[in-house]
């Protein structure tokens, strides 16, 4: 790098500095845009073979920066100080994704190795290529094996710890949450259903059955089988629905396989 001009080696430093490249990918890259800055960060970002591997020094520092002081984990306090850095609101589906990315174990915290895992396997180790993968883990979601993957993960990630089953509230904020993406027209329906005549935790069971119930049986239960090996609680649900007449509405409503 010596034998650059000073304004170049300004930007070469620029460059890795913000990205977390190598020397010789933030060479590639600026040379390979007449050395304008913007040029060379679409280059690096649309050329994934020569991205480094995640520096792990650089994971080193943004692990440290939202660590608890007290204890070797990343709780909710520096979860919300990550979710500042990174523009996007706690609530946002993509956190999910992302704690899916990293195998945690329990929502609102992620353990040093859960951490690098995560960030590891999406080529992750500064804060602007954070930004920058957004838009690939909101992809994910449309894709119907990463979701079914996403969903189950998300019963035991949301579940207490110690406990087998899913608290109905925390287990319907869920389903409101995957199923504002995968939309399925009665999740409403079943929501105000559990309340009024299950209100108890949900089963392992019942949470994967219900993704393939709202995969599988159109909004008007024309193909739905009542002799079919459904979870009691769904068969119980599609009761609700007719005795309540809301499948006679349903033939309007957008079938799930059209989503």
């Not at 709780?75 to 195998?103: A, E, F, R, Y």
């Not at 960030?119 to 894709?143: H, N, Y």
């Not at 999740?187 to 994967?208: E, G, M, P, Y």
């Amino acid at each position: 790098m010596h034998k650059l001009g000073r304004s170049h080696r300004d930007k070469v430093q620029q460059f890795m500095t913000i990205t977390g490249a190598s020397e010789k990918a933030a060479l590639q890259a600026l040379k390979a845009s007449d050395w304008h800055l913007e040029g060379a960060f679409d280059f690096f970002y649309s050329q994934p073979q020569i991205k480094s591997y995640p520096d792990t020094k650089h994971l080193e520092e943004l692990y440290n920066r939202y660590k608890d002081p007290y204890t070797d984990m990343i709780l909710v306090d520096g979860i919300t100080l990550l979710c500042n850095d990174i523009q996007v609101d706690p609530q946002d589906i993509v956190m999910l994704v992302l704690s899916w990315h990293m195998k945690a174990s329990t929502m609102c915290e992620y353990s040093k190795q859960e951490f690098f895992t995560g960030l590891q396997a999406l080529g992750i180790d500064s804060l602007v290529k954070f930004r920058e993968r957004i838009p690939f883990m909101r992809s994910e979601l449309k894709d119907e094996q990463k979701f079914g993957e996403i969903y189950n993960f998300a019963f035991g990630w949301a579940k207490e710890k110690g406990q087998k089953s899913l608290a109905l509230d925390t287990a319907i904020g869920m389903w409101q949450l995957l199923f504002a993406e995968k939309q399925w027209p009665l999740v409403d329906h079943w929501c105000q259903f559990l309340q009024a005549r299950h209100n108890k935790a949900i089963s392992r069971d019942t949470w994967s059955q219900l993704l393939e119930f709202a995969r599988t049986v159109d909004t008007s239960l024309s193909n739905y089988d009542a002799e079919g090996a459904w979870p009691y609680l769904i068969d119980e649900f599609v009761e609700y629905l007719n005795e309540n007449g809301i499948i006679s509405n349903a033939q309007s409503m957008t079938d799930w396989s059209q989503k």
